[in-house]
């Protein structure tokens, strides 16, 4: 919400060396980077956090070998407003990412706003990003145009193309025709024209996407950058966006018994980030940092192919009807999972109460690399390193959560969190699992929990109560003061335009743009012009 300005622990840093009590953290070089982003996981899918989850021994292992953040949020609790806040630490009022990119979007994430993968660059990182982008894939907002040297994975979400084995959804989805006489099958939420393109850099490499095989293609892929990287001897920062658990879910066959298709799926993603702790701690135990979290909660529409919740239920909706999970504001669509492993640095077995965001990502990374913050913009996330190597537990005081496809308007601030009380100026709007979406609802004076006593979200303090009045005064000092401050910043606009030319197609004369196999010449990813493999 503002600059943030010269980092405490850059003051303390002198007195601290004096004091011979800095030495034992110091960084003698660059650390690694790993962020693991997993796609729309509940903060209950973490057996650590959940002990009714048995489905994520490598997840529990990480936890037990680093620092779990149980008061954890996403920016946004959709796609696309996520990532770009991830990525450039600052919230979509601010970066112009209010909604989710289609895959016919001429436009991403603006080209003014810098990314984390361009400062660390510019920094001397090797930078790659595996997985889902879903900030716009047309001309120069490619990945290998925002400071990836490297990309290998879908453009956007991989339900927004079909495939020839869809996997579980709900509704189910047919699979990609295969021949123009086919006849086509309309489904409501389902893509049946164009299939699911799978990239590598600029180069469609297979459409439709063999979604059985991607778990495992993203993780050789990510053991390979690391391996590259390190045998150029440069430090690296791999961003790995999952498509776990996102529907279409594919798990591998058949499930377990008792574990269903979400459980066998889940188990996949676990084994998934097993694989690449592994290829990080084979460079040697402290020299890479990972973290992984999520960049929404469950998408409850999808019933039992939707994530687990643990206690944070948003009973005062579900009392109402409609979701409290993803594209809401309650606690259940954007409080998810976060764990961060460094040995040597980040201590083991601990659990942090401290009120932390995906925003804080950007700022962190870059401090730690020695890098410096852009200028001439404001930061929503915060500089963390000293929660993260447990001097402190002090997070957040303030943090705005907002629309992301529910009542109200896209990217609004929808409510705000003020130490353990939640404000809400918005709710309603979301579809759950019976078809309800609860009543669009203002709030003036605002819905105000305490999260302490009801983190349930079911009981909002009765406005005459001694509570309510003493707290609302500061929570609305806060809104008010976080609107002016972005009123008063460089913000950014994207661009949502759409055109059926930006959509990846391998091979034009085919149904459905098929194609296996690389299409076409292998191009420099700075290079503008894309046209070989996008539809005309």
């Known amino acids: 919400m503002r600059t943030p300005p010269l980092s405490p622990w850059a003051v303390l840093m002198p007195t601290l060396l004096l004091m011979g009590l800095w030495a034992p953290c110091v960084v003698s070089r660059q650390p690694n980077f790993i962020v693991i982003l997993a796609d729309d996981v509940g903060w209950g899918d973490l057996g650590a956090?959940?002990?009714?989850?048995?489905?994520?021994?490598?997840?529990?292992?990480?936890?037990?070998?680093?620092?779990r953040f149980v008061d954890f949020h996403s920016a946004a609790s959709t796609c696309s407003p996520s990532r770009a806040s991830l990525l450039t630490g600052r919230l979509g009022l601010r970066n112009g990412v209010t909604h989710n990119f289609a895959i016919s979007s001429l436009g991403g994430l603006p080209r003014n706003e810098t990314t984390l993968a361009e400062v660390l660059r510019e920094a001397g990182y090797s930078t790659g990003?595996?997985?889902?982008?879903?900030l716009g894939h047309h001309g120069q907002h490619h990945p290998n145009s925002r400071g990836f040297d490297y990309y290998f994975g879908i453009p956007y979400s991989h339900d927004m193309g079909c495939t020839d084995t869809p996997g579980y959804n709900l509704p189910p989805c047919p699979p990609c025709p295969r021949h123009s006489t086919t006849a086509r099958v309309e489904r409501k939420d389902c893509y049946t024209e164009v299939a699911l393109p799978l990239l590598e850099n600029t180069t469609i490499i297979q459409q439709p996407v063999e979604l059985g095989s991607l778990a495992r293609r993203y993780a050789e892929e990510a053991e390979r950058f690391i391996q590259r990287a390190s045998a150029k001897g440069q430090p690296f920062f791999l961003y790995l966006a999952l498509a776990h658990m996102h529907v279409p879910l594919v798990p591998p066959p058949p499930p377990a018994p008792g574990r269903g298709v979400y459980g066998a799926?889940?188990?996949e993603m676990d084994a998934l980030v097993g694989r690449v702790k592994e290829a990080a701690d084979s460079l040697g135990r402290g020299s890479t940092l990972l973290w992984f979290?999520?960049?929404?909660?469950?998408?409850?529409?999808?019933?039992?192919?939707?994530?687990?919740?643990?206690?944070?239920?948003?009973?005062?909706?579900?009392?109402?009807?409609?979701?409290?999970?993803?594209?809401?504001t309650w606690e259940g669509g954007h409080r998810v999972p976060a764990l961060v492993y460094w040995p040597g640095r980040v201590p083991a077995s601990r659990t942090s109460q401290a009120l932390l965001s995906i925003l804080d990502i950007f700022p962190t990374l870059v401090a730690l690399a020695g890098a410096a913050l852009p200028p001439n913009r404001r930061f929503d996330g915060l500089d963390v390193s000293p929660v993260l190597f447990g001097w402190s537990d002090v997070g957040h005081k303030v943090l705005l959560h907002p629309n992301s496809g529910a009542a109200g308007k896209a990217g609004e601030i929808a409510a705000l969190r003020l130490a353990q009380y939640k404000a809400f100026y918005t709710t309603g709007g979301a579809l759950a699992c019976d078809g309800s979406t609860g009543p669009a609802q203002q709030h003036h004076p605002p819905l105000i929990f305490n999260l302490d006593r009801d983190m349930q979200e079911q009981e909002p303090l009765d406005v005459a109560s001694r509570e309510y009045q003493a707290v609302l005064p500061a929570i609305s000092r806060a809104y008010a003061h976080a609107l002016q401050d972005i009123a008063a910043d460089n913000v950014s606009v994207a661009d949502y335009s759409q055109d059926p030319a930006a959509i990846p197609c391998c091979n034009v004369q085919h149904v459905g743009c098929r194609c296996h196999g690389a299409h076409g010449a292998t191009r420099d990813p700075h290079v503008e012009s894309r046209t070989p493999w996008l539809c005309p």
């Open 265 to 267: 799926s889940l188990g």
């Open 129 to 134: 990003a595996i997985g889902k982008w879903h």
């Open 293 to 328: 979290t999520g960049d929404n909660g469950p998408w409850a529409q999808k019933c039992e192919l939707a994530g687990r919740l643990g206690p944070f239920v948003g009973a005062w909706q579900r009392q109402r009807g409609g979701s409290s999970a993803k594209q809401t």
């Open 49 to 67: 956090n959940w002990a009714e989850t048995k489905e994520t021994p490598h997840l529990d292992q990480l936890a037990a070998e680093g620092t």
